[in-house]
């Protein structure tokens, strides 16, 4: 009974509720809706419009690749290849071979010119009405093609191109056969697989160049965008690839057709945008609904918490005014009440503390009191009032008055009390050199100390009365066999917030032996 009454346990009710009816909200409709609809969905038909147009160019192609054996198997064109201009026969074998290029040639839908060449420049054209030529450039290539067929599109218009050799003697070239394909009816292909989606489809080469592409239109235009898919085609031939254009995230997917390094690639915005957006919108609806669960809790917690915390906040401050008899009556949770049983305790505690600070306090100002004065050097001031005497006998009371203020200025900072022990570095330093200006005048320019502070470092908090030892060290002992001519220099520095503190003197040295023990 006692823990159903804890607060704790009422509180992990009420979220463990409202937590699994969002799970199962998610669960039952959000994710797989998501999964579904957004990417399993789009993703499918995206490789199938691809795969589509993949299908369809492959038979087409193929197609156009057998016109190109049928036409090189040709007993009537290969007489015309080999016949001589001069013979009398020739006219006839032109004629014979004419009838049956046009006639191959045209049959085909996806054929909207050829062109057949031989190597003395006799021709053979179908379809006078669209101009085609053999360019030297296209003739170049299929010189070293070794009879390979290839894409050209030297003239603006996507061709076929191979050399004719003699089958008897392959090292003989015969002619050149170049075949320009109706651009209109591969495009649409492209529109037959691509009409329920808004995607783009191309025919690219290996090297990422366009042979043939679909009209931009629409939101989405191959051409804008091919800066920057070109080079994913060139470096990755299959497979789907991301890119970002203006902000805009896209999908590239390339599939090969299996004919001299040709694919298929089709680009469309990327289908985890849209799976953002539906999870922002679900983040959103989860945020409404934390929301309305917030407060639906915030009047469960006024009741059930704030309530009994305000009447112990009141026992609280009664305790904070000096007040430390104090009870706590009210009813509430077993935490709370446990909490009330706590206070109560320190407001013992606090009485007996009470007395225990004031006692600890006059300690503390003793032992402080007797921190100071081990801080001064005895002999360090016999030695300073011994010389200020003698200053005086030698009728240098202008020294010796210096000195005096010296001494004044030490011994009112070496008393000078902080909080918490700390000082600027500029009292610091105005200590030090109080001390280095009594020693030069107890030497008589015997000794050269240097001060070198870098500036900015004014206000950084440091130890009190540090370095005055230090330097102190550094004259009786480090210079103490070197009285005539000695030099300490000291450095204060600041580097990657750390503070340096650099004392150097011209002495003796120390010994290896005794510096390893140190």
């Given amino acids: 009974m006692r823990h159903r009454n804890s607060l704790i346990f009422r509180l992990m009710l009420v979220n463990f509720a409202f937590l699994a009816a969002i799970i199962l909200f998610l669960t039952g409709y959000f994710l797989p809706y998501i999964q579904r609809s957004v990417l399993t969905e789009k993703k499918e038909n995206f490789q199938y419009c691809v795969q589509e147009s993949v299908s369809a160019f492959q038979t087409e192609i193929g197609y156009v690749n057998e016109l190109s054996h049928t036409l090189i198997a040709s007993e009537a064109i290969r007489r015309f290849e080999l016949a001589d201009p001069q013979d009398p026969s020739y006219i006839r074998a032109h004629n014979e071979a004419l009838s049956t290029f046009q006639m191959l040639a045209g049959r085909e839908a996806s054929v909207k010119a050829a062109v057949l060449q031989t190597v003395d420049g006799q021709t053979l054209v179908w379809n006078e009405k669209v101009p085609i030529v053999i360019t030297a450039a296209e003739i170049a290539i299929m010189e070293d093609s070794h009879g390979y067929w290839f894409w050209s599109t030297a003239d603006g218009n996507l061709s076929f191109c191979r050399l004719i050799r003699n089958t008897q003697n392959l090292a003989e070239h015969l002619a050149y056969l170049k075949i320009e394909l109706d651009q209109d009816y591969f495009l649409s292909?492209?529109?037959?697989?691509?009409?329920?989606?808004?995607?783009?489809?191309?025919?690219?080469?290996?090297?990422?160049?366009?042979?043939?592409?679909?009209?931009?239109?629409?939101?989405?235009?191959?051409?804008?965008?091919?800066?920057?898919?070109?080079?994913?085609?060139?470096?990755?031939?299959?497979?789907?690839?991301?890119?970002?254009?203006?902000?805009?995230?896209?999908?590239?997917?390339?599939?090969?057709?299996?004919?001299?390094?040709?694919?298929?690639?089709?680009?469309?915005?990327?289908?985890?945008?849209?799976?953002?957006?539906?999870?922002?919108?679900?983040?959103?609806?989860?945020?409404?609904?934390?929301?309305?669960?917030?407060?639906?809790?915030?009047?469960?917690?006024?009741?059930?918490?704030?309530?009994?915390?305000?009447?112990?906040?009141?026992?609280?401050?009664?305790?904070?005014?000096?007040?430390?008899?104090?009870?706590?009556?009210?009813?509430?949770?077993?935490?709370?009440?446990?909490?009330?049983?706590?206070?109560?305790?320190?407001?013992?505690?606090?009485?007996?503390?009470?007395?225990?600070?004031?006692?600890?306090?006059?300690?503390?100002?003793?032992?402080?009191?007797?921190?100071?004065?081990?801080?001064?050097?005895?002999?360090?001031?016999?030695?300073?009032?011994?010389?200020?005497?003698w200053m005086i006998e030698l009728k240098r009371n202008e020294d010796a008055a210096r000195m005096v203020q010296m001494l004044s200025t030490l011994f009112r900072m070496s008393l000078k009390r902080s909080g918490n022990g700390l000082i600027s570095l500029a009292e610091e330093m105005e200590h030090l050199r109080c001390y280095i200006g009594l020693e030069e005048l107890r030497f008589q320019n015997r000794i050269h100390i240097t001060l070198d502070v870098q500036s900015g470092l004014e206000k950084c908090q440091v130890l009190k009365l540090v370095l005055q030892p230090f330097v102190e060290n550094a004259l009786q002992h480090g210079i103490s066999k070197n009285q005539n001519n000695g030099q300490v220099s000291i450095a204060v520095y600041a580097e990657d917030d750390v503070l340096y503190y650099y004392i150097c003197d011209n002495g003796a040295g120390m010994e290896t032996e005794a510096f390893q023990r140190l």
């Fill in 189 to 389: 292909l492209f529109s037959k697989t691509n009409a329920r989606y808004a995607y783009r489809l191309a025919l690219v080469d290996s090297n990422g160049h366009l042979l043939l592409g679909e009209p931009a239109g629409g939101k989405l235009s191959l051409a804008d965008h091919w800066t920057q898919a070109a080079p994913l085609v060139a470096a990755a031939a299959e497979g789907i690839q991301r890119f970002s254009d203006q902000g805009t995230g896209y999908v590239l997917l390339s599939m090969g057709l299996g004919y001299n390094d040709l694919y298929i690639i089709g680009i469309a915005e990327d289908f985890a945008q849209e799976y953002n957006r539906i999870i922002q919108w679900t983040i959103g609806l989860i945020l409404l609904m934390y929301g309305t669960a917030v407060v639906i809790q915030s009047i469960l917690y006024k009741r059930l918490l704030i309530s009994p915390i305000n009447r112990l906040l009141a026992m609280v401050k009664s305790i904070s005014d000096g007040n430390y008899q104090v009870c706590y009556d009210a009813a509430g949770s077993s935490e709370i009440n446990q909490l009330a049983r706590s206070v109560e305790k320190m407001a013992q505690r606090l009485t007996f503390m009470r007395d225990a600070v004031y006692y600890s306090s006059i300690r503390e100002k003793d032992s402080e009191i007797k921190a100071l004065q081990a801080e001064i050097n005895p002999h360090f001031l016999y030695n300073t009032l011994d010389a200020i005497y």
